[in-house]
């Protein structure tokens, strides 16, 4: 197939076969592993691809269950029935009964990409591409154009991505912050530079030699950080993505706000740390997400007190995180002093509104308020208005690529 100079010439090339043309679409691609292939084992899908596909719907969670659809075959320009699979035993899911030649083992990379278009006519389908490197130069250009033109064609890269954006960016600002990662990860343990929940984050960002401030962009050249502690392996706790408090539907001081949002404490004071969700609180707020509206609305009870428009969400979610790195460290305590070692990387990049909205609407992203009254009537202590992943294990959702340090150069 002759590959066009971007990803939409790709998939209209795909489609042409089919006689139709391309509105827009989506693609998952995948490099595969040795575990992969056209129909025994089947080809690993990540969690990121689960929703890519058709909707499986498990009966039990303890049986297999397999679902058929059709696709069309680029390779043999004609449908194809599919299996989609899921497995009690691991748990994992799997695509199987794919061209042959995914069963090319004899050479050192095999591609699959699947497509899911949406015709200029209204309907919609999905196409399967196949390849090995029995086609060397023809595999390099389309890892080129779909992974980017730096990434390396590793054993089980995977990317879900919209046509319309931009390829994988491997330049300067991400190469000096992975070498400088590569340097504090070799350094081992080191004591914190701050005491707290803070300091995992304070000490990375003063290793780099990033200097405190309040801005709210990217931290490292346009790449925003953000650290983790981890616990037995696995990183713990929320992510913060940004901060960004609603518009008011009516403008009152914050010291009279604070008493009709807030909890009055036994000191007298009022404080509001309030985790707030699309179903209510202890305290009446809650989250509405009107899709139709493209706006969150924040309520108290029934009324509404705030909102944020999509569009206002996204200019900071891409403010914040249209690059961003994950780093997770192990944590000790040694002679009264917490110490961490900084073992990994995940570079994340293209995040997509339409995931954090449905995130917001499926209760794993979060808004919270973290206030409290120091001084009766005077204006509360405001720590920000973060937004806020309720776990690490949602993140794949949330970005078109995902690749782990281990992956570049």
Same mark, same amino acid.
């Given at each position: ?7 939409? @010439? ?11 043309? %391309? ?24 969690? !990121? ?14 049986? !297999? ?33 794919? &061209? ?21 006519? +209204?309907?919609? *389908? ?21 992974? +980017?033109?730096?990434?390396? &064609? ?10 319309? %954006?931009? @390829? ?65 392996? %696995? ?9 960004? +408090? ?19 404490? *036994? ?13 209510? !609180? !202890? ?9 139709? @509206? ?60 339409? %995931? ?34 309720? +776990? ?18």
């Amino acid at each position: 197939m002759d590959i066009d100079n971007d990803l939409n @010439g790709y998939v209209s090339a795909l489609a042409a076969k089919a006689s139709k043309s %391309v509105e827009s679409g989506e693609i998952f691609a995948k490099i595969l592993a040795p575990n992969d292939d056209s129909g025994r084992h089947g080809v690993l899908i990540p969690s !990121n691809g689960y929703s890519f596909f058709p909707e499986l719907s498990i009966p039990d969670q303890k049986q !297999n269950f397999t679902k058929t659809f059709t696709v069309f075959d680029s390779g043999r320009a004609s449908r194809r029935t599919v299996a989609y699979k899921y497995y009690q035993r691991y748990p994992e899911r799997r695509i199987t009964r794919l &061209p042959a030649i995914l069963n090319d083992t004899i050479h050192a990379q095999r591609l699959v990409t699947c497509s899911h278009l949406t015709h200029t006519d +209204g309907t919609s *389908d999905y196409y399967v591409d196949c390849m090995s490197s029995s086609r060397q130069d023809e595999l390099d250009e389309l890892c080129r154009l779909i992974f +980017g033109l730096e990434a390396d &064609p590793v054993q089980g890269l995977h990317v879900r991505r919209p046509i319309g %954006v931009a @390829g994988l960016v491997y330049d300067a600002p991400l190469t000096e912050l992975l070498q400088m990662f590569d340097g504090i990860k070799a350094q081992g343990w080191m004591d914190t530079m701050r005491k707290g929940d803070t300091g995992v984050g304070k000490t990375f960002e003063g290793l780099l030699g990033i200097k405190e401030n309040n801005d709210q962009k990217a931290d490292y050249k346009g790449i925003e950080i953000k650290c983790k502690r981890a616990k037995k392996g %696995v990183s713990s706790g929320k992510i913060t993505l940004f901060q960004q +408090g609603p518009q008011w539907a009516s403008k009152i001081p914050w010291k009279d706000r604070i008493r009709v949002l807030g909890r009055l404490g *036994d000191n007298g004071l009022y404080s509001l740390y309030s985790q707030v969700t699309t179903k209510p !609180n !202890n305290l009446g707020l809650w989250l509405k997400v009107l899709n139709t @509206g493209h706006r969150v609305h924040l309520l108290k009870n029934e009324d509404v007190i705030g909102c944020w428009s999509f569009a206002m969400l996204e200019k900071r979610l891409l403010e914040k995180h249209s690059r961003a790195v994950f780093v997770t460290a192990d944590c000790r305590q040694k002679k009264g002093k917490e110490q961490f070692r900084y073992h990994t990387l995940l570079y994340c990049q293209q995040p997509s509104i339409q %995931v954090f909205i449905d995130r917001v609407s499926q209760g794993s992203l979060v808004f919270e308020f973290l206030m409290r009254q120091e001084k009766s009537n005077v204006t509360p202590r405001n720590h920000g208005y973060p937004w806020r992943l309720s +776990g690490v294990q949602f993140l794949e959702d949330l970005f078109a690529y995902q690749a782990p340090r281990e992956k570049f150069p």
